[in-house]
């Protein structure tokens, strides 16, 4: 039954393109251990999802805090073109140019942050890029139907969003009438445990990145 499990709709991996890999439907991983750090495992990832984040990592010398963060809500190579082609950026050394470390540690927090301590509300976040990168994190309740000859089952499972907050969080007390609507932002993948400590997170390659100048 394994197999069959899916983390997030079947429409959104559809649109995001992604391999199942070692991914589960509940939001996991088979095996949620690995022997690898938490730049080892980018690094050598079967599908080199994470090339580009890689070399992103390496130019602003993140690697010690990617393997030392408590958490790490990952964005794949994917993320990256999208921001590329949504600026206009023609190389890497383009987003180099107009980005800045925190486009790496508004994703990366000192406690593990997981499905087991997470709640269905939005909770507030402080990620390492600092106030400027206002965050949260919640997760939410989907289903998915395993259709068989002559019946059917339907499964619930939690996955992991990361909310970034724009203004104040939605819902808030007081908030202002034109305050933007916070953007959620699902994993494909949730609770990773590399070997230095870290939980680590993926999410969806339609990602949108928050580019911090």
């Keep these: 039954m394994k197999s069959l499990y899916i983390i997030c709709c079947i429409s959104m991996l559809l ?7 070692s991914y589960l439907t509940d939001g996991g991983v088979h095996n949620a251990n690995t022997g690898l750090s938490t730049y080892e495992y980018l690094a050598q990832h079967s599908a080199h999802y994470f090339d580009t984040t890689i070399l992103l990592i390496d130019h602003f010398g993140l690697r ?3 393997n030392k963060a408590g958490t790490f809500f990952a964005f794949t190579d994917y993320s990256i073109n999208l921001l590329m082609n949504k600026e206009g950026y023609a190389s890497l050394e383009d987003l180099y140019n107009n980005t800045t470390a925190k486009i790496i540690t508004q994703y990366l927090f000192t406690d593990s942050i997981s499905l087991y301590n997470t709640s269905t509300n939005v909770q507030p976040e402080e ?4 106030e400027i990168a206002p965050c949260g994190v919640k997760k939410l309740l989907g289903t998915y139907t395993v259709y068989l000859t002559n019946s059917s089952a339907t499964y619930s499972y939690y996955y992991l969003q990361y909310v970034k907050i724009n203004g104040v969080l939605d819902g808030s007390t007081n908030a202002p009438e034109n305050d933007p609507t916070d953007l959620a932002i699902s994993c494909q993948t949730t609770g990773i445990k590399t070997s230095t400590g870290t939980t680590l997170h993926v999410l969806v390659n339609n990602a949108s990145i928050n580019n911090i100048q």
């Excluded at 649109?15 to 890999?21: E, G, I, P, V």
């Excluded at 990620?127 to 600092?130: D, I, Q, R, S």
């Design 64 to 66: 010690d805090s990617v």
């Design 15 to 21: 649109a995001t393109a992604c391999k199942k890999d």
């Design 127 to 130: 990620n390492w890029a600092g």
